[in-house]
């Protein structure tokens, strides 16, 4: 039950609203990019999708597979979380179809050409990465309210890898709008869902929460974000690369999702 003290309920709120503020943190970092520069789109889109994968494979689906373990038992766990990593990928997959598609044939490195096709590509980029954030806000919210200790420390380790995923959000948005602004309001609402989903969870959800849901919720999103990455990032970052800037932005998107994970273990 939860605590009928509103003390441990706002310190609580307080370490989630935290964490969700790296994200926004990361969206101003687009204030140092060359919005007329196709190769630093091409770096940036590759640098979201290894940030969206390498955090997928190694962090949500690994929370996927500790909750179902809490539920049914480790071996249970590993094949009800590949289950919900597979359904994320189909249910994505079957949303792409029915969505607007762009005409690849017109995208070029002309960026006056080709604004509508970036920002559909952030936009999905933006709503995986915001899908994620709900159920990591309950988590850090019901962490907290349960042992502020390690609550704070998982607050620590959220805001850390919120930064690079705050970029993947601005990046495709700043150079869709050429707004500096509109990409750091797109970081910004991606932010405000982790308290939102502390308070949904605090409000509506308690009573229902269970380690098999939150299995099945980070399966799901797991899924669904290497399949954007893969999908949608990665070809739109080869169309606008010359040269290396793919694989560069690529690796350099997964190797700072590790150092934000490392550094936390």
Same mark, same amino acid.
């Given at each position: 039950?939860?605590? #009928?003290?509103?003390? #441990? /309920?706002?310190?609580?709120?307080? *370490?989630?609203?935290?964490?969700?503020?790296?994200?926004?943190? %990361?969206?101003?970092? /687009?204030?140092?990019?060359?919005?007329?520069?196709?190769? $630093?789109?091409?770096?940036?889109?590759?640098?979201?999708? %290894?940030?969206? *994968?390498? $955090?997928?494979?190694?962090?949500?689906?690994?929370?996927?597979?500790?909750?179902?373990?809490?539920?049914?038992?480790?071996?249970?766990?590993?094949?009800?979380?590949?289950?919900?990593?597979? $359904?994320?990928?189909?249910?994505?997959?079957?949303?792409?179809?029915?969505?607007? +598609?762009?005409?690849?044939?017109?995208?070029? +490195?002309?960026?006056?050409?080709?604004?509508?096709?970036?920002?559909? *590509?952030?936009?999905?980029?933006? =709503?995986?990465?915001? @899908?994620?954030?709900?159920?990591?806000?309950?988590?850090?919210?019901?962490?907290?309210?349960?042992?502020?200790?390690?609550? @704070?420390? =998982?607050?620590? @380790?959220?805001?850390?890898?919120?930064? #690079?995923? %705050?970029?993947?959000?601005?990046?495709?948005? !700043?150079?869709?709008?050429?707004? +500096?602004?509109?990409?750091? !309001?797109?970081?910004?609402?991606?932010?405000?869902?982790?308290?939102?989903?502390? &308070?949904?969870?605090?409000?509506?959800?308690?009573?229902?929460?269970? #380690?098999?849901?939150?299995?099945? /919720?980070?399966? $799901?999103?797991?899924?669904?974000?290497?399949?954007?990455?893969?999908?949608? &990032?990665?070809?739109?970052? +080869?169309? !606008?690369?010359?040269? !290396?800037?793919?694989?560069? %932005?690529? *690796?350099?998107?997964?190797? =700072? &999702?590790?150092?934000?994970?490392? =550094?936390?273990?």
């Amino acid at each position: 039950m939860i605590d #009928p003290d509103f003390g #441990p /309920v706002l310190t609580a709120f307080l *370490v989630c609203i935290a964490a969700a503020l790296s994200t926004i943190l %990361g969206g101003l970092l /687009v204030f140092r990019l060359d919005a007329s520069n196709p190769r $630093v789109l091409a770096f940036g889109l590759a640098f979201a999708a %290894g940030a969206m *994968v390498y $955090v997928s494979l190694v962090e949500i689906l690994a929370k996927a597979q500790t909750s179902f373990a809490e539920a049914l038992g480790p071996a249970a766990a590993y094949r009800m979380a590949t289950m919900w990593f597979f $359904v994320g990928i189909i249910l994505v997959a079957a949303l792409d179809r029915l969505l607007p +598609k762009h005409d690849d044939g017109a995208i070029t +490195k002309d960026m006056s050409t080709s604004k509508s096709s970036v920002a559909r *590509v952030g936009l999905l980029a933006a =709503l995986a990465i915001t @899908a994620h954030n709900l159920p990591e806000g309950m988590a850090t919210f019901f962490a907290t309210l349960n042992d502020p200790a390690v609550g @704070a420390a =998982l607050a620590v @380790a959220i805001a850390i890898h919120n930064i #690079p995923e %705050g970029i993947s959000i601005a990046i495709p948005i !700043y150079f869709a709008t050429q707004s +500096k602004s509109k990409a750091v !309001y797109g970081a910004a609402l991606s932010a405000l869902v982790e308290p939102l989903g502390a &308070l949904i969870g605090y409000l509506v959800l308690a009573p229902y929460l269970s #380690p098999s849901l939150f299995g099945a /919720v980070f399966g $799901v999103i797991a899924g669904a974000m290497v399949f954007l990455s893969l999908h949608e &990032l990665m070809p739109a970052a +080869k169309r !606008y690369s010359s040269g !290396y800037e793919t694989a560069y %932005g690529l *690796v350099a998107g997964m190797a =700072l &999702l590790a150092l934000s994970l490392v =550094l936390l273990r």
